[in-house]
């Protein structure tokens, strides 16, 4: 898969019990000044029921390095001079699309009742051209112009990626409950324009509403999404949702 988001090479780098740690830094520093994104993560030893080991010495510490091609050498040369173990991690098992439906997680912050279902993005699409987008459009754009080094990257790193909240509302007599009734009794396609609303909600500090299009940027149809159960069933009776 030769894919359009920002970043081609991913890294697992790690730093092992009684190994300094100065050469590790130096290369994280230097990623993070040439603008690659980075992310540390510290064994925790309270949680994790066995800490991972390298060559027998315990994982310490491991950082998520998602690269563009033309730093792939620095990375590699940088860390095998220094004697710090890495990992490539596999880009077309990555952005697999069953891959990333597989690692898609519901926000800490969601209601219990919310799940996570798979939205046909192109449905989608065209119900958006014709109903109220809400901020749907805005967040499109904030993905393209600001948010978009962030949102490949929970693609690209390997690890959970938090599902985007997609929310049904409606301004019809009854809001959403009569929007469903009206669907039930005389079809999707009959709906007025503009009857519906449609908002991606950001339910982290990070812009996990963006993943929508950061996976559909990398040409996946079917796309998860946590939803509640009233947009679960007006969704579902539109046909939106598998």
């Excluded at 359009?4 to 130096?26: A, C, M």
């Excluded at 990626?161 to 669907?183: C, F, N, Q, R």
């Excluded at 709906?191 to 909600?201: A, K």
Aim: net charge negative; glycine share 6%.
């Amino acid at each position: 898969m030769i894919s359009p988001i920002s970043f081609q090479g991913t890294y697992k780098v790690y730093n092992r019990e009684n190994e300094g740690i100065q050469d590790y830094f130096e290369l994280l520093n230097k990623c993070e000044t040439s603008g690659i994104k980075t992310k540390m993560e510290f064994s925790d030893y309270a949680k994790e029921p066995s800490i991972p080991t390298i060559d027998g010495k315990e994982v310490i510490l491991t950082a998520t390095i998602v690269t563009p091609d033309a730093f792939d050498e620095y990375i590699e040369s940088f860390c095998k001079n220094a004697g710090i173990k890495f990992t490539r991690l596999n880009e077309t098992e990555l952005l697999n699309p069953e891959n990333v439906i597989e690692r898609t997680t519901k926000p800490k912050r969601s209601d219990e009742k919310t799940k996570i279902v798979l939205v046909d993005a192109q449905k989608l699409d065209e119900l958006a051209k014709k109903q109220t987008l809400g901020n749907f459009d805005h967040v499109g754009k904030d993905y393209k112009n600001y948010f978009k080094q962030d949102a490949d990257f929970s693609l690209k790193s390997g690890d959970e990626i938090i599902a985007p909240t997609l929310v049904l509302s409606s301004d019809m007599a009854g809001g959403i409950k009569g929007a469903i009734e009206y669907v039930e009794n005389f079809g999707a396609e009959n709906l007025n324009d503009d009857s519906i609303f449609i908002d991606l909600i950001q339910m982290t500090d990070d812009p996990d509403h963006c993943t929508y299009f950061a996976m559909k940027n990398i040409g996946m149809k079917k796309i998860p999404v946590c939803v509640d159960e009233k947009t679960y069933e007006l969704g579902d009776k539109m046909g939106l949702f598998e």
